[in-house]
């Protein structure tokens, strides 16, 4: 940091297990990048090229070198898996993975639907390849799963491999574990979170009243999936009480702790 300064929570370092910090590029150029990391790169875990836009974006390899420079691990979005499957060629996209030098993978059935053993047992072939983000959640608003069902697939998928699974909302912060208005389920994300543990669980929160409820909830090291390149500095302030939204929230904290007398 870049001077002193009290009562703040301690994040966890990089490489992280957890505190993750998960970006999602829809399209940077090459220059955007590293202008990008000069500034955010302590603060960025993973970065997911959104969706199918790795297929269509110019220089790709030097973008994910770029990135490698930076140990910052990428990966293709959930929907470009559903594309290669959907098509029949699962084996194709596992060379593509290796070709990129891929280190992550996500497998998602937002957009087509897979019968869940079959979802797993793709997660469970892809772990021997590479660390699996397992999506779960529907990109459809009007598919409500309910909670005993999210914390089944969830349970399962992690079982199966993928080291962490992440709570589907899309890109807005609308559909999977928000309702169409961006507001939180909080019976579902309570629900879920007695069975399946918080260090395991990405949670898609591009918007800031989404992120501040996490971080009220789980504290400044929740796993948060989906952050714009531009609200990766934003968010880690947050994360530490420096922004108005989260401004007493460890505060508060050390207060209580102080009046009991213990330091």
Not at 130 to 153: F, N, Q, R
Request: with cysteine; proline share 5%.
């Amino acid at each position: 940091m870049n001077f002193p300064l009290s009562q703040l929570p301690l994040r966890t370092a990089k490489p992280r297990s957890f505190g993750i910090t998960m970006v999602m590029d829809k399209g940077m150029g090459l220059e955007g990048t590293k202008d990008f990391l000069s500034v955010a790169a302590p603060y960025v875990d993973v970065v997911k090229l959104g969706f199918g836009t790795a297929f269509v974006t110019d220089h790709l390899r030097e973008k994910i070198d770029i990135y490698n420079s930076y140990d910052i691990p990428v990966y293709f979005g959930g929907t470009l898996f559903e594309a290669f499957l959907i098509r029949n060629q699962f084996e194709d996209y596992i060379n593509v993975i290796k070709e990129y030098g891929l280190k992550y993978v996500e497998v998602s059935d937002g957009s087509i639907t897979i019968p869940h053993a079959e979802k797993c047992g793709y997660v469970e072939k892809l772990a021997k390849h590479a660390t699996v983000l397992s999506e779960v959640g529907s990109k459809d608003a009007t598919h409500i799963m309910p909670p005993y069902k999210w914390i089944e697939l969830m349970h399962a998928e992690l079982e199966a491999g993928a080291t962490y699974v992440i709570a589907e909302a899309r890109e807005a912060g609308n559909v999977g574990i928000y309702r169409g208005t961006g507001e939180v389920r909080e019976g579902l994300v309570q629900e879920i979170l007695t069975r399946i543990p918080s260090e395991k669980i990405i949670w898609e929160a591009p918007q800031k009243a989404q992120q501040v409820y996490f971080l009220e909830l789980l504290g400044a090291n929740v796993n948060l999936g989906n952050l714009a390149p531009a609200e990766v500095i934003p968010l880690e302030a947050t994360r530490v009480g420096l922004r108005g939204d989260t401004f007493h929230l460890f505060l508060d904290k050390f207060e209580k702790v102080n009046s009991n007398g213990i330091e």
